[in-house]
């Protein structure tokens, strides 16, 4: 296992990663502004769970055999474009609905189980859609190993909780500040209308960033 020293110091770059401007904390930002931070923080935990895919896809050596497979890596990317952009359209044409007072309130706390295990879903196929995560992950957390000290698969695996544990904090944080600013806006139909069209625009970027993304 990686010293205490190794895993603080991988922590400290793990939150720094983290409060980066990237995709996944994008989705984040927009998702809660929109939805909540309830569904902020579903979406946060779908993410956490990809990150737990990847570093099981390093630990068992896939990430390396996507890394050398042209197809392989174009494929992945097409898969996350084309739901980025599916989140795109879907925000794009988001009806309005305004309500007022305690029942707006109301309406944006009610989370049931399914709902919360569909934004935790999309949270993970964001995550393992993006290719690039991949390959960052196959580059980044080896270099934090020590054969000397034991399995390096079972090195990999505590550094992706130690990530994992850094992604929840900072975009947890992320997804709380942001619910709670999407609160005031849904209270007004315009607001909410150029809330939708943000949220578009963002993914359809984020869609295009990823096809033309490369190696």
């Given at each position: 296992m990686p010293t205490w020293d190794v895993l603080i110091?991988?922590?400290?770059?793990?939150?720094?990663?983290?409060?980066?401007?990237?995709p996944d904390n994008l989705f984040v930002l927009v998702?809660?502004?929109?939805?909540?931070?309830?569904?902020?923080?579903?979406?946060?935990?779908?993410?956490s769970l990809g990150i737990v895919g990847h570093t099981v896809a390093v630990a068992l050596g896939l990430a390396a055999v996507v890394a050398a497979s042209p197809m392989l890596f174009t494929v992945l990317k097409l898969c996350g474009a084309a739901y980025l952009a599916y989140l795109a359209w879907g925000a794009w044409r988001a009806p309005v609905s305004v309500t007022e007072g305690a029942q707006a309130q109301a309406e944006r706390d009610v989370l049931t189980l399914?709902?919360?295990m569909g934004w935790a879903g999309r949270g993970v196929v964001m995550s393992l859609t993006n290719p690039k995560v991949?390959?960052?992950?196959?580059?980044?957390?080896?270099?934090?190993?020590d054969p000397a000290?034991?399995?390096v698969g079972l090195q990999v695996m505590a550094l992706g909780c130690v990530f994992m544990l850094a992604t929840?904090?900072?975009?947890?944080s992320i997804a709380c500040g942001s619910g709670?600013?999407?609160?005031?806006?849904?209270?007004?139909?315009?607001?909410?209308?150029?809330?939708?069209?943000?949220a578009a625009t963002v993914f359809g970027a984020l869609a295009l960033r990823l096809v033309l993304v490369q190696r």
């Open positions: 110091a991988f922590f400290g770059v793990a939150v720094l990663l983290g409060l980066s401007p990237g998702q809660s502004a929109q939805r909540g931070w309830r569904v902020g923080l579903c979406v946060v935990l779908g993410l399914k709902t919360a991949l390959i960052f992950f196959l580059a980044f957390l080896p270099q934090f190993t000290r034991g399995s929840l904090l900072v975009f947890g709670l600013f999407g609160q005031i806006l849904q209270r007004s139909a315009r607001a909410q209308r150029l809330l939708n069209r943000i």
